[in-house]
């Protein structure tokens, strides 16, 4: 016997995962009315069909901006798309948004993603983390282990894909991404991004 899903919960469904309202009835039907394994369904669904898109070619897109709250702080971002009707869609420019405050709120952030991150930056955390004072008495094998642990946690804390979504802690950035390919069903990246701080000096460099 199928069960009955209230519109509400399936309106629910579709505003955290941008699927469909067909898909959605039909995985809470499935999950016998359970949003959470729902979602989880859906999710994983919609990752995989993502991860189909990622390598189309993206020429379209927008430069978003904001200026956080006493103006001391603001953010450009370029996002990428497919096509110009997806560039114009108003979800699509919501995301370049919450991108760009995302960008704000996200201060040890650099860079878009962990293979961004030049191997300079790299060797020198590298250098950092090798003459810390509590690894002096461990052996290689374990000094190098954990060494290569906070490398790797340091890395991810630069990388803007990596962050837990301001507005949803249960996603990252790069599944927020993700669930917009699915729900728009292009291709998208984010170029590059530039943060301002009042009275900071950029290296010219």
């Given at each position: 016997m199928t069960i009955q899903v209230s519109s509400h919960t399936i309106k629910e469904l579709r505003s955290k995962?941008?699927?469909?309202?067909?898909?959605?009835?039909?995985?809470?039907?499935?999950?016998?009315?359970?949003?959470?394994?729902?979602?989880?369904?859906?999710?994983?669904?919609?990752l995989a069909s993502a991860d189909k898109k990622l390598a189309r070619s993206v020429t379209e897109g927008i430069i978003d901006s904001y200026i956080h709250t006493g103006s001391k702080i603001g953010?450009?971002?370029?996002?990428?798309?497919?096509?110009?009707?997806?560039?114009?869609?108003?979800?699509?420019?919501?995301?370049?948004?919450?991108?760009?405050?995302?960008?704000?709120?996200?201060?040890?952030?650099?860079?878009?993603?962990?293979?961004?991150?030049?191997?300079?930056?790299?060797?020198?955390?590298?250098?950092?983390?090798?003459?810390?004072?509590d690894l002096i008495n461990k052996s290689a094998n374990i000094k190098d282990e954990i060494i290569q642990g906070r490398i790797n946690k340091r890395l991810q804390e630069m990388s803007l894909l990596n962050q837990p979504f301001i507005k949803d802690h249960t996603i990252s950035v790069e599944d927020l991404i993700k669930k917009h390919i699915t729900l728009l069903g292009e291709n998208i990246k984010i170029r590059r991004f530039q943060r301002f701080l009042l009275g900071e000096l950029k290296d010219s460099n």
């Open positions: 995962t941008g699927a469909g309202m067909m898909d959605c009835k039909k995985a809470l039907q499935a999950a016998e009315g359970n949003i959470a394994v729902a979602l989880d369904s859906l999710r994983k669904k919609g953010v450009l971002v370029e996002l990428n798309c497919e096509t110009d009707f997806v560039a114009r869609r108003i979800e699509f420019q919501k995301l370049a948004k919450n991108l760009a405050m995302q960008i704000a709120a996200c201060q040890n952030v650099s860079y878009v993603s962990v293979d961004d991150i030049p191997q300079n930056i790299i060797d020198n955390e590298i250098s950092i983390e090798s003459e810390k004072e």
